[in-house]
Nanobody, 125 residues
Framework: QVQLVESGGGSVQSGGSLRLSCAASGYTISNYVMGWFRQAPGKEREGVAAIESDTNTKYADSVKGRFTISRDNTKNTLYLQMNNLEPEDTAMYYC???????????????????WGQGTQVTVSS
């Protein structure tokens, strides 16, 4: 049974940083594409970043240059380093896993089979 458990959310001021973690069990993260998504109140869930390999990643335009997705295969854990946070980044952040091996449509929710429970990120101005 696949389980994804996020952690690392919190409240920060604009310009601050947070690092989210997603610990996976029942699933080998190095074999497949994984992603981070977020959902703000009243809005649809949107893709933030996805990773196929250490050198092949994909980002939403709104976070390019500020967020970095990475993974530690030895710990079977996915990360999202978020720098220069803005109030618009406030949302529930979700880790997701797919059985696919390419980044094609990797920022679309329908590509993913498994989801974590989410971790809240709040950025104040």
């Amino acid at each position: 049974q696949v389980q994804l458990v996020e952690s690392g959310g919190g409240s920060v001021q604009s310009g601050g940083s947070l690092r989210l973690s997603c610990a996976a069990s029942g699933y080998t993260i190095s074999n497949y594409v994984m992603g981070w998504f977020r959902q703000a109140p009243g809005k649809e869930r949107e893709g933030v970043a996805a990773i196929e390999s250490d050198t092949n990643t994909k980002y939403a335009d709104s976070v390019k240059g500020r967020f970095t997705i990475s993974r530690d295969n030895t710990k079977n854990t996915l990360y999202l380093q978020m720098n220069n946070l803005e109030p618009e980044d406030t949302a529930m952040y979700y880790c997701a896993a797919t059985s696919q091996r390419t980044l094609l449509f990797a920022l679309n929710t329908w590509r993913y089979n498994y989801w974590g429970q989410g971790t809240q990120v709040t950025v104040s101005s």
